[in-house]
């Protein structure tokens, strides 16, 4: 019995810490949201988390850290969106590549703001070494996956030829989606329809250097 309780016990006290975290990742987020990431303060995290902020600093280690932590929670609803995606077998290359990169884009702005997120562009690329650049990769390098999945499915169905390199075009499709996620995140007057139609002409140019059909990228 007493075996029993303390397993309860400990049960009940990672529930606790999981949901400690939880609730101050919601309150940085909403803080980096409303007062911009450089002008809040671990401090004032912990403040409005009604916990200390050694407890802060135990768990994400930095601001950083936490706002890494933050880009982590993002990328697994935005990967559900886009496996949703790819399973519907889209049959068109051009437009489920164009619908890959408004999904990402979207998804993002439901997250956090244009410029918490070249905060974190510039953290990914100014600790590209360390921790938060090699975990910022290791994202990227999922949702290159996702990329080659409907790269992949378009050949089984014989949209796009089997002879093309998978991994290749994937990297290079989402290469240029980032390129164009990037200047949306870099003016905050550009809109989502502005970016869109520009990432699809990019696409359109693309498959028209490899002949006219829109099928073949």
Same mark, same amino acid.
């Given at each position: ?13 990672? #529930?606790?810490?999981?949901? #400690? #975290? ?26 409005? $988390? ?5 407890? !802060? &600093? ?8 936490? %706002? ?8 697994? &609803? ?13 049959? +068109? %290359?051009?437009?489920? !590549? ?21 905060? !974190? ?14 975990? &910022? ?5 999922? %949702? ?6 409907? !790269?992949? +499915? ?13 991994? $290749? ?17 870099? +003016? ?25 059909? #829109?099928?073949?990228?």
């Amino acid at each position: 019995m007493k075996a029993q309780a303390e397993i309860k016990h400990l049960g009940l006290r990672e #529930r606790q810490k999981a949901d #400690r #975290r939880r609730h101050i990742l919601d309150v940085a987020k909403s803080k980096f949201r409303a007062e911009g990431y450089a002008n809040v303060t671990m401090e004032a995290i912990a403040n409005d $988390a009604n916990v200390s902020s050694v407890t !802060v &600093y135990n768990y994400y280690k930095s601001k950083a850290g936490l %706002l890494l932590a933050l880009v982590a929670e993002s990328d697994k &609803y935005l990967i559900a969106q886009l496996e949703e995606m790819i399973c519907a077998r889209p049959d +068109d %290359l051009i437009e489920a !590549v164009a619908r890959f990169g408004q999904i990402l884009r979207r998804h993002a702005m439901s997250y956090l703001s244009k410029p918490t997120w070249r905060e !974190v562009v510039a953290a990914s690329i100014h600790e590209g070494s360390k921790d938060f650049g090699r975990t &910022y990769m290791d994202l990227d390098r999922v %949702l290159i996956e996702l990329m080659q999945s409907l !790269v992949e +499915d378009a050949q089984d169905r014989k949209l796009i030829s089997s002879d093309i390199d998978s991994l $290749a075009l994937a990297d290079c499709l989402f290469s240029l989606q980032n390129i164009r996620f990037f200047q949306f995140i870099a +003016d905050d007057d550009i809109s989502d329809e502005e970016i869109d139609a520009k990432f699809r002409h990019d696409l359109t140019a693309l498959a028209q250097l490899f002949g006219n059909n #829109r099928n073949n990228l």
